[in-house]
């Protein structure tokens, strides 16, 4: 849950992972059709996240 001044209008989320690691891929949709992207990378099995960026990792 996002709690600001300014919170986005709407959100998606997709993953483009592998069988060992997920790649969730965040975009932010604000007021005025502004976006950000960020990439959130995590093991499959234990969601630990090992990465936070604007691009993927790409770990096989």
Request: proline content about 2%; charged content about 20%; overall charge positive.
């Amino acid at each position: 849950m996002l709690r600001a001044e300014n919170v986005p209008v709407a959100w998606a989320v997709t993953d483009n992972g592998t069988a060992e690691h997920t790649e969730a891929r965040i975009t932010l949709t604000w007021g005025g059709g502004k976006t950000t992207k960020l990439v959130v990378d995590m093991t499959r099995g234990s969601h630990k996240i090992f990465h936070i960026g604007t691009k993927g990792l790409g770990v096989k």
